[in-house]
């Protein structure tokens, strides 16, 4: 038996969230249902933006936010490019269940952000270090228009087209599992 991972096409409504770059509407739901995270575990939203403003199914209580711009207070303020943090939770060991990164897709997108162009992390390092800090068999989304290369070992979960109306760029949501032993 061979494994394939999960493919479809999410065609969604256009974001309720008036931030550029904000979640289309509905897609934080599935992609919480995707990373395989109940309503009540924490997932770690990087380059989170105003997604504590998300109106619909998808935010949960425990999750939290990190991002460079203080003015969104964000739960972590810092520089993903370098680091991310580690989960407060005593009990999960400093592992999160669930990461979902939505960096600025490009350097133009970049220069709508505090961060700018110059502080745009790489994809790649990005899905590599949030691997690093998400529990064994915890899952890491990104909403990119880039299919990031993981980490040898890694599971490729689920790849989803995003489309937001007509005339509009497609994304990717990609879904990476991290391995039982790193």
Not at 27 to 55: I, M, N, Q, T, W
Request: charged letters at 25%; hydrophobic letters at 35%.
């Amino acid at each position: 038996m061979t494994y394939r991972p999960i493919c479809d096409v999410w065609l969604l409504a256009r974001s309720k969230v008036p931030y550029y770059g904000a979640f289309p509407a509905g897609f934080l739901g599935r992609a919480r249902d995707l990373l395989g995270v109940g309503p009540e575990e924490a997932v770690l939203h990087v380059c989170s933006g105003r997604v504590k403003d998300y109106p619909y199914r998808g935010l949960g209580p425990r999750d939290q936010t990190v991002d460079w711009d203080v003015s969104l207070a964000p739960d972590f303020v810092m520089d993903v490019r370098t680091d991310l943090p580690r989960n407060p939770d005593m009990a999960s060991d400093g592992d999160w269940p669930a990461l979902l990164i939505d960096r600025p897709y490009t350097a133009d997108d970049a220069e709508h952000y505090a961060a700018g162009r110059k502080r745009l992390p790489n994809i790649h390092e990005l899905l590599t270090r949030g691997l690093a800090i998400t529990r064994p068999h915890g899952r890491v989304g990104i909403l990119d228009y880039v299919i990031p290369r993981p980490p040898r070992g890694t599971r490729f979960v689920a790849c989803v087209g995003i489309v937001v109306g007509f005339g509009n760029r497609g994304r990717f949501f990609t879904v990476f599992e991290r391995p039982s032993n790193p």
